[in-house]
């Protein structure tokens, strides 16, 4: 069975300040992660994926495979990033299928 | 490319009616699946597809019923409704293989009440 594990339902900070949303996972094959946004009134969307390597609007994460998390941080906070954000899995033997995590709700206080 | 959309965007129905929700796609992705978002419990499966004729039920599928005759078009269709089907759903789609494997692109979302 795959899970992914999002701790912190909430989560406030004050901009500027640095910023990490958690998240675990365990999944039998070789998993691949996703964190995605929900803005207010937005639809979800994909933020990043751990198969890039890259960084979006200031946001990283890496794959840690021993500890199986994928952390989200940012070093320094904007209050645009208020939004909810769901870690989510996907794996090559569940094809079309992933699991979200719960979520965050993550405020950035001015 | 409009993406995904759906229809309705708000829903009111009274318990025990049945309805549609819409969803469809143009980037021609094979892999189209139906969530529901509730507060504290994140996004939960309800049906996904692989393709054209072929679905599969996820977490929670009791009181749904899915079709998918075409690539585009993934309905999700709610048999007798009820209370505790109130909540948002989503409609998703994605593409295996490539770059962008798996990444799901979503609808804006129709909000459903059941009284």
């Known amino acids: 069975a795959q899970r992914v594990t999002q701790p912190e339902k909430l989560l406030s900070v004050f901009k500027g300040a640095p910023v990490e949303l958690k998240c675990n996972y365990s999944y039998s094959g070789s998993p691949e992660l996703f964190w995605y946004v929900q803005y207010s009134r937005q639809r979800l969307q994909l933020l990043l994926r751990h198969i890039s390597r890259e960084s979006i609007k200031g946001f990283t994460a890496d794959l840690n495979k021993g500890e199986t998390s994928f952390h989200l941080k940012k070093p320094f906070a904007q209050e645009e990033d208020s939004a909810m954000y769901y870690c989510?899995?996907?794996?090559?033997?569940?094809?079309?299928?992933?699991?979200f995590g719960d979520g965050t709700t993550l405020t950035v206080k001015p | 490319n409009a993406g995904v959309t759906q229809t309705p965007k708000f829903q009111v129905l009274k318990t025990g009616q049945s309805m549609t929700l819409q969803c469809a796609q143009d980037?021609?992705?094979?892999?189209m699946s139906w969530y529901r978002q509730d507060p504290g419990m994140g996004l939960r499966l309800i049906h996904y597809?692989?393709?054209?004729?072929?679905?599969d039920q996820g977490e929670v599928p009791n009181g749904y019923n899915v079709s998918r005759s075409t690539t585009e078009d993934f309905p999700l269709r709610l048999l007798s409704a009820a209370p505790s089907q109130t909540s948002v759903y989503f409609c998703?789609?994605?593409?295996?293989?490539?770059?962008?494997?798996?990444?799901?692109?979503f609808g804006p979302g129709t909000r459903l009440t059941v009284l």
């Open positions: 998703a789609s994605s593409q295996p293989g490539g770059r962008s494997t798996d990444t799901q692109y």
């Open positions: 989510a899995l996907s794996g090559n033997t569940n094809a079309g299928k992933s699991t």
């Open positions: 980037m021609n992705h094979e892999y």
């Open positions: 597809s692989v393709g054209a004729g072929i679905t």
